[in-house]
């Protein structure tokens, strides 16, 4: 399988938490999530991997080049990045904020017909339709969060990374949204992201990375590493496993 974003080793340091000794690889098509317990250092990971931030030791390697002399249009072509928190000092049309995603290809000041008709499309795919002249500030988080998600889309990378994917999304646009990447991967597509919710991660992704206190717990097919004694571990508490009935896949519940 060919490997798009190999990380080795990488440590990185905040004052008060440590980024340590960190190894993962996203292969094409694949769906990788990252679990782990609040402040355990998942959107750490995430910044790192899109040159948010400087690693202080250990190698990024996108589409096999270091990620240190990647350009931020090279990037831009290659990830797009739906963050945890966006808040735009600006009053946008959500049509604006789609198109800022795509500002590395954007050849004329003008939004041609075509590019109207991309951006109408990506606000469909995630049930916005009509929304292109709101202003993003006055939408519900769950409407902001799917924008924002439109823009990833928009941005027609090969790889997405999403910071917590079902952040301020009811149940089902939660699965709306992981069903549309899901569907991304069949198609080559390589999704990253963090998860709160396991059991959403342990239906959808092919692999996960359990992260805790800045280290990788444990790592994994969800079937194989989502067990009573791993989830323990992880987060310090008892909880029962069960087997999803129809899908087979491991459950997490209290
Ligand atoms: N800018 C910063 N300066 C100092 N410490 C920071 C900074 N950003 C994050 N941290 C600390 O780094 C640790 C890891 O934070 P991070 O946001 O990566 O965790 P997380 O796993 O994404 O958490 P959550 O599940 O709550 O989103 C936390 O202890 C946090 O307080």
Do not use: W
């Not at 109207?116 to 499309?121: A, G």
């Not at 396991?198 to 969800?222: H, M, R, T, V, W």
Request: proline share 3%.
């Amino acid at each position: 399988m060919k490997k798009i974003l190999e990380v080795k080793n990488l440590s990185f340091d905040y004052e008060n938490f440590n980024l340590k000794n960190i190894n993962l690889t996203i292969e094409k098509g694949k769906f990788i999530g990252i679990i782990g317990p609040n402040g355990s250092g998942k959107s750490t990971t995430l910044k790192l991997v899109t040159k948010l931030l400087k690693p202080k030791s250990g190698k990024i390697l996108l589409f096999g080049k270091n990620l240190e002399n990647c350009t931020r249009t090279y990037i831009a072509s290659k990830i797009s990045f739906v963050r945890q928190e966006f808040n735009p000092v600006f009053e946008f049309k959500v049509k604006d904020i789609i198109e800022l995603g795509a500002l590395h290809r954007k050849k004329s000041f003008f939004t041609s017909i075509e590019n109207q008709q991309k951006i109408k499309n990506c606000l469909d795919m995630v049930e916005l339709s009509g929304y292109e002249d709101r202003y993003f500030s006055t939408l519900s988080g769950g409407e902001q969060r799917r924008v924002l998600i439109a823009r990833s889309l928009y941005q027609e990378t090969p790889i997405i990374i999403v910071d917590e994917l079902a952040a301020h999304l009811d149940i089902s646009h939660a699965v709306q949204i992981v069903e549309i990447l899901k569907k991304l991967t069949k198609k080559g597509k390589s999704i990253l992201s963090a998860f709160h919710n396991i059991n959403i991660a342990s239906k959808y992704c092919d692999y996960i990375y359990a992260l805790k206190d800045g280290q990788i717990l444990f790592e994994g097919a969800p079937k194989d590493v989502i067990t009573i004694e791993n989830i323990k571990k992880l987060y310090n508490k008892d909880f029962h496993i069960i087997n999803h009935p129809k899908y087979n896949y491991p459950i997490v519940t209290v």
